[in-house]
């Protein structure tokens, strides 16, 4: 299976083009949120939002004979629109605290932006995979909101009933798969605007003045082939600290219901491209697949190796690098 590639646009290419101080941000994002290191970016192709065509059916074929001729036929497909939403805030500091320490400016702007950042990173990581438009309409939709039900043949039951679940998520990120998508005409990644000094009122309406900066990001997803990724999901939290869950077992079973698990090559120019895929879980996934790996009890020939991914690091299973992300809760409810 194709992993990584350096035909992908992530978000720090994007910036990299414009050459603009917003790539030194995406970085501090991708450190927070991993999936903004591995996503492929595009723009959206009918404004704000994007239009995607999914085949539904294969054309047909026949066997051929000499002087017979060739049935017309033709692919089945459907259209998805896919939305964006935009997420914004208001840094404020008071100038007097600025002119105390003058020399100490810069860095103090800087501290508040990296909480901004990471605010960013929170609430854009969560509705990456749990929003659902149809319960939030500004945002957009999520991975979670297309993975939602077993009768996804891409969907895996990890067995948990309580209220402390969670899940371990295969994403192949690829123009022909999953993508972030921007609108057309807006720049990708967190976007940073310098106000200079404001008159603001105070709880009494009286003035005073504030530095100001505002932070704002436009993004989506794009899900173009839904056999391109896989869900293990209801994976009972407790039963995998107690070591009574096998998530090797249940990560094969993901693992073969992926259709691009039987492309190895990158593509070549000409050739569709079979994405880079990615394993995503939280650290007590992470933790309890490592527990795994080193009980010689269980007896499932599970070994995790190591590889470099954007200059990190990361753990592997079978050839894919798995992300650790806080993102993704132990507090899921049932899928059914």
């Known amino acids: 299976m194709a992993i990584i590639g350096n035909t992908f646009l992530n978000?720090?290419?994007?910036?990299?083009?414009?050459?603009?101080?917003?790539g030194g941000i995406i970085e501090v994002l991708n450190s927070l949120e991993p999936f903004y290191a591995d996503a492929n970016v595009i723009k959206a192709n009918k404004g704000?939002?994007?239009?995607?065509?999914?085949?539904?059916?294969l054309p047909a074929v026949t066997w051929g004979a000499?002087?017979?001729?060739?049935?017309?036929?033709?692919?089945?497909?459907?259209?998805?629109?896919?939305?964006?939403?935009?997420?914004?805030?208001?840094?404020?500091?008071?100038?007097?605290?600025?002119?105390?320490?003058?020399e100490n400016s810069a860095k103090l702007r800087a501290m508040?932006?990296?909480?901004?950042?990471?605010?960013?990173?929170?609430?854009?990581?969560?509705?990456?995979?749990?929003?659902?438009?149809?319960?939030?309409?500004?945002?957009?939709?999520?991975?979670?909101a297309?993975?939602?039900?077993?009768?996804?043949?891409?969907?895996?039951?990890?067995?948990?009933?309580?209220?402390?679940?969670?899940?371990?998520?295969?994403?192949?990120?690829?123009?022909?798969q999953t993508s972030i998508i921007v609108p057309k005409n807006v720049p990708a990644g967190l976007q940073t605007?310098?106000?200079?000094?404001?008159?603001?009122?105070?709880?009494?309406?009286?003035?005073?003045?504030?530095?100001?900066?505002?932070?704002?990001?436009?993004?989506g997803l794009t899900v173009k082939d839904w056999r391109y990724n896989a869900r293990v999901a209801n994976i009972d939290v407790s039963d995998v600290a107690a070591g009574t869950?096998?998530?090797?077992?249940?990560m094969s079973k993901a693992y073969y219901a992926l259709q691009g698990r039987r492309a190895f090559k990158m593509e070549k120019p000409g050739e569709a491209s079979p994405g880079r895929t990615v394993i995503y879980m939280n650290r007590q996934m992470m933790q309890g697949?490592?527990?795994?790996?080193?009980?010689?009890?269980?007896?499932?020939?599970?070994?995790l190796g190591r590889m470099e991914l954007q200059g990190e690091e990361v753990r592997t299973w079978r050839g894919l690098p798995i992300r650790e992300t806080d993102s993704l809760l132990n507090t899921e409810t049932r899928v059914v």
């Open 146 to 176: 297309r993975y939602n039900t077993l009768a996804n043949p891409n969907v895996i039951d990890g067995g948990g009933t309580g209220a402390d679940n969670a899940s371990i998520v295969f994403v192949t990120h690829g123009d022909a």
């Open 11 to 22: 978000l720090l290419d994007v910036a990299a083009v414009r050459d603009t101080a917003e």
């Open 245 to 250: 869950v096998s998530l090797n077992k249940l």
């Open 193 to 219: 605007e310098d106000m200079g000094k404001q008159r603001v009122p105070d709880g009494n309406m009286n003035p005073y003045y504030v530095l100001e900066r505002i932070f704002r990001q436009y993004i």
């Open 66 to 102: 000499l002087y017979q001729g060739i049935p017309q036929s033709k692919s089945g497909y459907t259209s998805v629109e896919d939305t964006t939403g935009f997420l914004e805030g208001l840094d404020a500091i008071d100038t007097r605290l600025v002119d105390l320490e003058p």
């Open 112 to 144: 508040e932006s990296l909480g901004f950042m990471e605010s960013f990173s929170q609430a854009i990581g969560s509705a990456i995979w749990y929003s659902n438009v149809a319960v939030s309409p500004k945002q957009f939709h999520g991975l979670f």
């Open 48 to 57: 704000s939002s994007h239009m995607v065509s999914m085949r539904t059916g």
């Open 289 to 303: 697949l490592d527990a795994e790996a080193t009980n010689a009890n269980l007896n499932n020939a599970l070994t």
